[in-house]
């Protein structure tokens, strides 16, 4: 760009976030014209939302190129658009810089190789990143990201994961170029009772159960079936978490792993947790207590506190408040006694976990103290009497949490034990 041109730039009426949007466009049209390599990186940069050495392999296509991908990201962080996230740990453009070449990237010439490189990149962040996997899935596939952003809002949902809702509707809501209209109207609804409950109660952060157990070595046989736990999701049937649980028992009835058993169902129960299945996780929760509970070993204690906080939690997602208290009340005590005995031989650890274990309970106990002082309802039922503008939560005989929202008029959507595809007919054009 020459000085007439810069001139010309600077005198229009553009503000200065366009002016620095459209300088930077034609800066890399410039170098898109010198270095052609270097330029189609320079672009292809405004396509993730975070930038470090591995992105820049995806995007260069030589994922295996260590140095030369190091190079590359030292190139890219010396223009003064590229800028560090708030930890330091990767980059990513200037907001106004990478909306404008992200609006390049769909003129007709462009969006081929923009869908090629989102299809990389989904297939790099899945294992890796979830969120950025789902961000890149809309591109390449925006049914099959809707479908996946629909259950992972209403899972989170459904464990009061306020903060995980939220990133997930950032997330859609970036990528609205690629939704239909049905689809942004259910982002809107997805949206109103989060802000809602905003200005609420918010549930104390949670801890999955297995990340307090106390866990010495485990019988092959205990980790084989720990490993195939990893290939539980939301679809699986209740007929394959029950297959889970006959092995768990067969540990201990077969092979004579009380433990190994124990601990394999509750992590079971930490499964059915994070997918939305609430019965079944209390279930299988109690099942660990109960394999727990004749084993006199001290030790034991500490899992067995852990079980019994694990069916508070689980009661807690099911609505059931007094029962929740009552059971980490115990948990408490238990845990207190685990700390001493820890505490007397030594183990600064697991010392250390029981008291991060009873900081937990004790910010759940205030929640929930909090939630009955306003007449028993917890953060879903006062959504369930504010929300008429947008829509309410109700929850039926099973337990199961639906939202109907008011707005689309339309069939309502199941959050917790199923999923099933709930939209409008064909004539209401609604998404499923």
């Known amino acids: 760009m020459n000085e007439e041109e810069m001139l010309r730039l600077v005198q229009s009426d553009l503000s200065f976030e366009q002016l620095r949007a459209e300088v930077t466009e034609r800066l890399v049209q410039r170098v898109e014209e010198e270095e052609p390599q270097w330029g189609a990186l320079l672009r292809a940069a405004a396509i993730p939302r975070r930038l470090d050495t591995a992105v820049v392999g995806v995007l260069r296509g030589a994922p295996d190129d260590d140095a030369g991908n190091q190079a590359a990201l030292q190139r890219l962080t010396?223009?003064?658009?590229?800028?560090?996230?708030?930890?330091?740990?990767?980059?990513?453009?200037?907001?106004?810089?990478?909306?404008a070449l992200l609006e390049d990237w769909q003129i007709p010439e462009r969006r081929p190789q923009y869908v090629a490189l989102s299809q990389a990149l989904w297939t790099h962040f899945q294992g890796r990143d979830p969120l950025e996997a789902l961000y890149h899935r809309f591109v390449v596939d925006p049914e099959a990201a809707f479908d996946e952003f629909e259950q992972r809002?209403?899972?989170?949902?459904?464990?009061?994961?306020?903060?995980?809702?939220?990133a997930l509707i950032i997330t859609a809501e970036e990528q609205s170029r690629e939704l239909d209209t049905?689809?942004?109207?259910?982002?809107?609804?997805?949206?109103?009772?989060?802000?809602?409950?905003?200005?609420?109660?918010?549930l104390p952060p949670i801890v999955l159960p297995s990340e307090l157990l106390h866990v010495g070595s485990l019988t092959s046989s205990a980790e084989i079936l720990l490993d195939a736990y990893s290939h539980i999701n939301a679809e699986s049937t209740l007929e394959q978490f029950e297959r889970f649980a006959h092995a768990a028992d067969e540990l201990r009835e077969k092979g004579g792993d009380w433990i190994g058993c124990a601990i394999a169902l509750l992590h079971l129960g930490d499964r059915c947790l994070e997918v939305g299945r609430l019965e079944s996780a209390?279930?299988?929760?109690?099942?660990?207590?109960?394999?727990?509970?004749?084993?006199?070993?001290?030790?034991?204690?500490?899992?067995?506190?852990?079980?019994?906080?694990a069916l508070g939690l689980a009661d807690l997602f099911l609505g059931d408040e007094k029962k929740a208290l009552d059971e980490h009340e115990r948990a408490t005590e238990l845990f207190a006694r685990a700390q001493t005995h820890w505490q007397v031989i030594g183990n600064k650890r697991l010392y250390q976990l029981c008291e991060r274990a009873l900081e937990l309970i004790e910010g759940l106990r205030r929640f929930v103290a909090e939630a009955l002082s306003r007449g028993g309802k917890t953060m879903l039922e006062v959504v369930e009497g504010e929300e008429e503008l947008f829509g309410r939560f109700i929850r039926d005989h099973d337990g199961r949490i639906w939202f109907l929202p008011v707005l689309m008029h339309s069939s309502p959507r199941i959050i917790g034990e199923e999923r099933t595809n709930m939209g409008c007919s064909e004539s209401t054009n609604a998404v499923g």
């Open 78 to 99: 010396a223009l003064s658009f590229v800028l560090p996230d708030p930890e330091g740990e990767s980059y990513t453009l200037h907001e106004e810089t990478r909306s």
């Open 182 to 202: 049905w689809q942004r109207l259910w982002v809107l609804c997805y949206r109103a009772p989060l802000a809602r409950v905003g200005g609420m109660m918010t």
């Open 153 to 166: 809002i209403q899972n989170a949902s459904g464990l009061y994961h306020q903060t995980a809702c939220g």
């Open 282 to 309: 209390r279930k299988y929760y109690e099942q660990s207590r109960r394999v727990i509970r004749p084993l006199v070993v001290p030790e034991q204690r500490h899992n067995e506190a852990v079980a019994i906080y």
